[in-house]
Nanobody, 116 residues
Framework: QVQLVESGGGAVQAGGSLRLSCAASGSISSIIAMGWYRQAPGKQRERVARVTNGGNTNYAGSAKGRFTISRDNNAKNMVYLQMNSLKPEDTAVYYC?????????WGQGTQVTVSS
């Protein structure tokens, strides 16, 4: 089992920045990748960014050039999402995700609200 706790959400004006953090605990040695997803009202959950244990990253098109995902090289249980140049369409609940070979784990989500 892996437990995930997100923090760092909030309300910001368009053009502002936020940094989300996610702390993993439990069977973290079996995690192969971590990522951030988001879900806006009435929409499906979508992946925003993902980083593997090897440091490979990928981003949704909407996030490229504005968001940066990173993991703490020392404390492998932390993953961050730096979000810059935020837009109203970035408003959503953001979820941290941890992947094992056969299972995925989710945090409880943190609200990000961007006003115009």
């Amino acid at each position: 089992q892996v437990q995930l706790v997100e923090s760092g959400g909030g309300a910001v004006q368009a053009g502002g920045s936020l940094r989300l953090s996610c702390a993993a605990s439990g069977s973290i040695s079996s995690i192969i990748a971590m990522g951030w997803y988001r879900q806006a009202p009435g929409k499906q959950r979508e992946r925003v960014a993902r980083v593997t244990n090897g440091g490979n990253t990928n981003y949704a098109g909407s996030a490229k050039g504005r968001f940066t995902i990173s993991r703490d090289n020392n404390a492998k249980n932390m993953v961050y999402l730096q979000m810059n140049s935020l837009k109203p369409e970035d408003t959503a609940v953001y979820y941290c995700n941890a992947e094992q070979v056969l299972r995925n784990f989710w945090g409880q989500g943190t609200q990000v609200t961007v006003s115009s």
